[in-house]
């Protein structure tokens, strides 16, 4: 495990003998008992998502490289490891309503934003204040990157 957020685990793994990032993420096809319908991320929009991210192909964008959605059976032990296996991915179609887990597998990324400004690696090691040059350079960058997604009609945002 190299990550885990409010939304799922990212581990680190091997797909086609590159080194890649696989996103998991639970998910309910229908809301918990009690639960308000709103609550929920559906089926068939998750399923839309993820086909989305493979069609993104641009330098300031993480590539997806495939996508797999499974009915969950049981939940990954504390330390596993595992290999991707693609023989099935591409995700599924229609409506649902159990349990599941997406898969993405995406582009290894070495670094991130909050990388950079922890490590501190856009400031100037000598007088240890941020270098302009290389904090716009970043900055365009991550424009470029969304106004790519925006004219594809995306509009990125984290739950």
Same mark, same amino acid.
């Given at each position: 495990?190299?990550?885990?957020?409010?939304? !799922?685990?990212? @581990?680190?793994?091997?797909?086609?003998?590159?080194?890649?990032?696989?996103?998991?993420?639970? @998910?309910? !096809?229908?809301?918990?008992?009690?639960?308000?319908?709103?609550?929920?991320?559906?089926?068939?929009?998750?399923? %839309?998502?993820?086909?989305?991210?493979?069609?993104?192909? +641009?330098?300031?964008?993480?590539?997806?490289?495939?996508?797999? &959605?499974?009915?969950?059976?049981? %939940?990954?032990?504390?330390?596993?490891? @595992?290999?991707?296996?693609?023989? +099935?991915?591409?995700?599924?179609?229609?409506?649902?309503? =159990?349990?599941?887990?997406?898969?993405?597998?995406?582009?290894?990324?070495?670094?991130?934003?909050?990388?950079? %400004?922890? !490590?501190?690696?856009? +400031?100037?090691?000598?007088? !240890?204040?941020?270098?302009?040059?290389?904090?716009?350079?970043? @900055?365009?960058?991550?424009?470029? =990157? &969304?106004?790519?997604?925006?004219?594809?009609? &995306? &509009?990125?945002?984290?739950?």
């Amino acid at each position: 495990v190299v990550g885990k957020g409010a939304c !799922g685990t990212v @581990f680190k793994g091997t797909w086609r003998g590159l080194e890649v990032a696989v996103k998991t993420v639970l @998910f309910s !096809g229908s809301p918990a008992p009690g639960k308000p319908a709103a609550s929920y991320q559906p089926y068939e929009q998750t399923v %839309r998502e993820a086909a989305v991210c493979t069609t993104i192909s +641009h330098r300031n964008c993480v590539a997806t490289y495939r996508y797999d &959605i499974k009915v969950v059976r049981s %939940r990954e032990e504390p330390g596993a490891h @595992f290999r991707v296996d693609d023989t +099935h991915a591409g995700g599924g179609a229609g409506g649902a309503t =159990g349990d599941y887990k997406l898969y993405l597998v995406q582009e290894w990324c070495l670094a991130s934003l909050h990388h950079a %400004r922890v !490590g501190r690696t856009l +400031h100037n090691p000598d007088t !240890g204040l941020p270098e302009i040059g290389r904090v716009l350079a970043v @900055f365009l960058d991550v424009a470029c =990157g &969304i106004e790519y997604l925006h004219a594809k009609g &995306i &509009i990125h945002g984290d739950h």
